[in-house]
């Protein structure tokens, strides 16, 4: 039998109808603990922070998405990061990661983890002189996000892997912004994929969770010790949301893409905006690169206007059909400020180092007609 293709395996993959009913949903197990044979003869399950039934399914099937082996779920994505690191880094450890990247993941870089000694460079890792260069034998992990956020910055994952192992360090991607529809960064050499499965995997903005999945079994065994010893595991409930959003993956990043490609195009032309980040335009510097690495070009853009941030700050106020929101991946589009929102914890000098200006606009294109998305853009652009 030939493999399943991608849109087969999201709805089918971990997903086993009901032995005791045939429901073809994965049920909810609302129950925090499992009656036992004889002390510690189970069937597989003792308590739900340990393991859930819901959330293997879950599990499971992110597993297949990315082409790993083993899916770690968690209550967030944030609590996802944070696994990464418990697992691979120590006190003395050196991570080097990606200058432009979400500004929860650097909070939690420079304000959790560097008091306690580890270190952290941060470089642009579409420049591998710079990778190179940060590179030590104390790198323990290499982090990149690619498409980045909020620059869409793209990032060679084959080359990024080839050098963090070269040094003996892990390589993680955050793929939230390409989903394992678009991208699979295992496939290409990384160590572990990370999601924030609130976005894009959820698909709905209802539901908060994160996962990692790798194809290494120690690795798996470590982030399950401390996905059980933390306790930072997503509720039956969520794992069942992201299982049914999972469901029309597949479809709906055929749209968020072909959207995201007409409002790109429409904003690359108009004259109040200086400048578009969209891998998909051929001027974009990562375009070939992404066109190779990646299936399609997702559904976030970012856009420079003229007037800077408080025309920035006034633009992101005007819109109707897109609405002023942090998040992202959701059926409905979203826009907002970066510089005040989503990487206001970032200090102001060091994100216009990476090349956050203060007047960039940051969108998650939704389902909506593309047509009402240009015509709202094109009516909030105009004051």
Known sequence: MEPLRFATRAIHAGCEPDPATGAIMTPVYLTSTYVQEAPGRHKGYDYSRT?????????????????????????????????????????????????????GTRRLFVSTYEPYGVEFRFVDTTDAAQVGRALDERTRLVWVETPS????????????????????????????????????????????????????????????????????????????????????????????????????????????????????????????????HYPGLREHPGNDLADRQMDDFGGMVSFEVDGGEAEARALVSRTR????????????????????????????????????SDGLVRLSVGLEHAADLVDDLGRALEG
Do not use: W
């Not at 968690?74 to 500004?103: E, I």
């Not at 990032?155 to 793929?175: F, K, P, Q």
């Open 51 to 103: 393991t859930n039934p819901t959330r293997t399914a879950l599990e499971r099937n992110l597993a297949a998405l990315e082409q790993g082996t083993h899916g770690v779920a968690y209550s967030s994505g944030m609590a996802a990061v944070d696994a990464v690191l418990k697992t691979l880094v120590r006190p003395g450890d050196r991570v080097v990661a990606g200058n432009d990247l979400y500004g």
């Open 149 to 276: 956020n909020p620059l869409l910055r793209i990032t060679d994952i084959e080359a990024m892997a080839g050098l963090a192992h070269s040094r003996g360090a892990r390589m993680a991607v955050d793929n939230t912004f390409a989903t394992p529809f678009l991208q699979r960064p295992l496939l290409l050499g990384a160590d572990l994929a990370v999601h924030s499965t609130t976005k894009y995997l959820g698909g709905h903005s209802d539901v908060v969770g994160g996962a990692v999945v790798t194809a290494d079994a120690g690795l798996a065994e470590r982030l399950h010790f401390h996905q059980n010893a933390t306790g930072a595991v997503p509720g039956p409930m969520d794992c069942f949301l992201v299982l049914r959003g999972v469901k029309t993956l597949a479809v709906r990043m055929e749209r968020h893409s072909a959207n995201a490609r007409s409002v790109a195009l429409y904003l690359a032309k108009h004259p109040r905006v200086r400048r578009v």
């Open 321 to 356: 059909v897109f609405s002023l929101a942090e998040s992202l991946g959701g059926v409905e589009s979203l826009i907002e400020h970066p510089a005040s929102m989503t990487h206001a914890s970032i200090p102001a000098e060091v994100r216009r180092a990476a090349g956050l």
